[in-house]
């Protein structure tokens, strides 16, 4: 059975996805730890990041380098962090947010966002990732 991650990168549920192509899907995520808090998930549904394909984890990385570049502009983050831990989904995924103190990486100051603050983010971030890129991978409008 497909992981939630894959049924959002697929269209099957509803979520705000940042970029998609051959490899990986970024959505948002729904109980950030800052706003603009990004999940880069592999397609290849891998539990462990420690089990998947070298040029997997590389590409991984270069998307959530794009994705973060992109969350320190729209946020105006003093740095950007990453944790990869994958307990609550067993799906590999990169959380990528933007922080402005160490206590950002507290994973239980995790908040809700509505749906409309989720877009508005969604929005600001594709548009971000769009002018630092060619768009190709930008679901939405160029």
Do not use: Y
């Not at 950007?80 to 994958?86: A, D, T």
């Amino acid at each position: 059975m497909a992981s939630i991650f894959s049924k959002i990168i697929d269209g099957e549920i509803p979520g705000q996805l940042l970029w998609t192509d051959a490899v990986c899907g970024v959505l948002l995520d729904i109980e950030p730890l800052t706003p603009g808090h990004a999940l880069v998930v592999p397609r290849a549904e891998i539990d462990h990041w420690l089990d998947l394909p070298g040029e997997t984890l590389a590409h991984l990385m270069d998307v959530a380098a794009r994705v973060g570049r992109a969350q320190q502009e729209v946020f105006a983050a003093a740095r950007v962090g990453m944790i990869i831990q994958g307990f609550e989904v067993p799906h590999a995924h990169l959380h990528v947010f933007p922080a402005n103190s160490a206590s950002d990486f507290e994973l239980s100051r995790r908040s809700s966002r509505t749906p409309e603050q989720l877009a508005q983010d969604a929005d600001a971030l594709r548009a971000a990732l769009r002018t630092q890129s060619d768009g190709a991978h930008v679901p939405g409008e160029a």
